[in-house]
C-alpha cells in the first residue's frame, strides 16, 4: 500500500507566505504517513524559480523528516540557454532527485518556453510520472508514461475557473484510458478555479468507473492506493490496443 496526497493552495502575498502555508499542510500530511504530495504549478507570487534549493530548503527539511516524496508544482527557470517550466521532485531523503520538464506550453507560453521532449519515470515509494497542466490534454504524453512503467500520475496544474469542467473531464479520461489513479492540483483564487482531484478507479464486471475526490479551498489530502490491483486491467487495456493507420 501507499499513500498518495496533494495541496491546493491559495494565493500569498509573497513567496514566503505561500511557502509557509504550504509548510503547515505538508507536515499535516507527513504525521498521516503519506508517501508522495504534489502541489499546483505556478502557485507562488513569483513563479521563476533561480535558485530551488534556497527557495524549497525548508521541503527539503519536511521531505527528509517523513521519509516524503515532494512535487513542490512546476515553475520557470530561465538560462542563458533556454526558459523551461519544469517540475522538480524532492526524494524521501531531503534531495532533489530530478525534473520534467512541461512538454507543451500552453498558448502565450509557446512565445518563450521551450518545449520539453522526455518523459521521466521517477521511482520512489511508486514509479511515478508528472503531466504538468496542459499536458494532460495530449492522450500520448500520459500514455507514454504508462508504457515506461508508471503506476501513478502526478499533474500539477493552474486552471482557470471557466476551464474546470474540460480539464476534470480530461484528468478522468486519461485515468479511465490508461487503468491508471491520476492526483491533479490546482490553484484556487480569484481567477484559478481549484477543485483538485484524486481520480481513483474502480472495476465491477469488466466495467472500470471513475471515484473522484475533490478539495476546497487551500488544504491537503492523501489517499491510500493498492497499485497493484490496476496492473490486470492495464495490461489487459494495452493488449486490446491496435495498431492502425
Known sequence: MVKLGLIQTTSQSTNQKGIAQAVKILKKLGRNNT??????EQWLKNNEISDFDLEFSDF???AKEFSMTIIPGAFYEI?????????PVIGPNGEFIGRQEKIHPFD??????????????????????????YDMVFPNVAHTFVKKGAQVLFSPS?????????????????????????IAANVESQRFGGSSLIVDLSENNKVVTTKVFKLNGESGISKEFNLDKYEKSRKSRFLDSNKFQ
Open 60 to 62: 527539503k527539511k519536511i
Open 158 to 182: 493552474r486552471i482557470v475557473k471557466r476551464g474546470i469542467q474540460p480539464w476534470q473531464m480530461y484528468v478522468q479520461v486519461r485515468a479511465l484510458e490508461n487503468r491508471i489513479p491520476i
Open 108 to 133: 502565450y507560453e509557446k512565445d518563450n518556453v521551450k518545449p520539453g521532449n522526455e518523459t521521466k519515470i521517477f521511482n520512489t515509494a511508486c514509479k511515478f510520472g508528472i503531466v504538468i497542466c
Open 79 to 87: 538560462t542563458k540557454e533556454k526558459t523551461s517550466i519544469i517540475s
Open 35 to 40: 508517501d508522495i504530495v504534489c502541489l499546483p
